[in-house]
Each structure stands twice: as structure tokens, then as C-alpha cells.
């Protein structure tokens, strides 16, 4: 079980790793279009294209931040839990809200883009009359993506109920805390004073 749990996991990396390289394009249009007004020639594409760009990264995000556990709770008092009863938490919390809201996302979601599509709907906010429709096919995807997802999660928390240990995870990133930030930064004062 815990080898299909990691398959979804690379499918959600896979996926988030990809297109978190849109920050990059993101960054060249801002730059240019900074540039390009500083020139005196402003864009009329750049602002409606760095939405868009940046609308496709935010969705196709969402399934790789929770496959490393990483979307924003508060954790204050969850930390200190026994991992069943943040299994258990968690569980409720998947079936009482995350699961009909991405339901809901990707069934309007495929609407909306369905509609988009068939109008081939334009961006409206310039008049660069940049095609909008494209990005909104990556709502459905996005909600796709995160049920898979959340199928995983839902695992683990029956496994972690059963077992009393959450299975394991891909790690790519590992969040640091103060203590651990403290000990690097001293780490490097030391080593910067003995040379």
C-alpha cells in the first residue's frame, strides 16, 4: 500500500516540480514589462499574461504542497496531538470539507472552462485580448490532481488510526524552525571567526 501511496506522491511532484518553473517565466514578463515601461513603451499583453501565469502555478500547486504535508493549518495545538488522534482530526476534516470542495471545484471548474472554451473567451482586464480560456482548463486538472491527492492522505490517515505511526512520505523540502536557523547561523559566525 505504502508504494501506491508514493506513486501518487511522485505524480503530485511530478506535476508541482513542473510547472513550479513557471516562476521563472513569470519573472521574465515582469521584468520585461517593468523594463518596458521604464522605456516608455508599456505592454498591453504583460499584465494580463503574469495573471494567467501565475493563476496555472497557484493551481498546479496545490497537490504537490499536500503530498508534503505542507498546506497551512493550525498547528499549535495539533502538533502536541498523538498522531492517531491527528490521524482521526484529519480524517473529519478530509470528509466534512476538503473532499466536497474539490469535488465542487472540479465539477464547476469543468463547467466554467467548458463555457470558456465554447465562447473562446478573451481577457477583458487590458484589452490585450489574450486568450483566458486556457488557463481555466487547468481548474479541473487541478481538482483532479488534488483528489488523487487527498485519496493518499485519506490512506495514510487509516493507516496511522491502525498502526499509531503516519506511513511514510516523499521529502524534498524540509521546513526549518527557529532553533534550527539559530544553530546554522551560529554554525557559520564560528566558522567565519576561526579563519
Not at 514589462?33 to 499584465?47: C, E, I, N, Y
Request: proline content about 3%; charged content about 20%.
Amino acid at each position: 500500500m505504502n508504494g501506491l501511496l508514493l506513486t501518487i506522491d511522485r505524480i503530485s511532484a511530478v506535476a508541482g516540480k513542473i510547472f513550479a518553473w513557471l516562476i521563472v517565466l513569470l519573472t521574465v514578463i515582469v521584468g520585461y514589462d517593468v523594463l518596458a515601461r521604464k522605456l516608455g513603451s508599456p505592454t498591453h499583453w504583460a499584465f494580463d499574461l503574469s495573471l494567467m501565469v501565475y493563476a496555472v502555478l497557484f493551481l498546479m500547486a496545490g497537490a504537490y504542497t499536500l503530498s508534503r504535508n505542507g498546506h497551512v493549518r493550525a498547528d499549535l495545538l495539533y502538533r502536541e496531538l498523538s498522531a492517531r488522534t491527528q490521524a482521526w482530526f484529519d480524517l473529519v476534516l478530509y470528509f466534512a470539507f476538503f473532499l466536497p470542495g474539490i469535488a465542487a471545484l472540479v465539477y464547476a471548474g469543468w463547467e466554467f472552462a467548458d463555457k470558456s472554451l465554447s465562447i473562446r473567451e478573451a481577457s477583458s482586464v487590458t484589452g490585450s485580448g489574450l486568450p483566458v480560456w486556457p488557463v481555466k482548463m487547468f481548474i479541473p486538472v487541478a481538482g483532479a490532481l488534488l483528489l488523487l491527492q487527498a485519496f493518499a492522505e485519506i490512506v495514510r490517515c487509516l493507516i496511522c488510526i491502525r498502526s499509531g505511526r503516519w506511513p511514510d512520505r516523499l521529502q524534498d523540502v524540509e521546513e526549518a524552525d527557529i532553533e534550527q536557523l539559530k544553530a546554522i547561523v551560529q554554525a557559520v559566525e564560528v566558522k567565519g571567526v576561526t579563519k
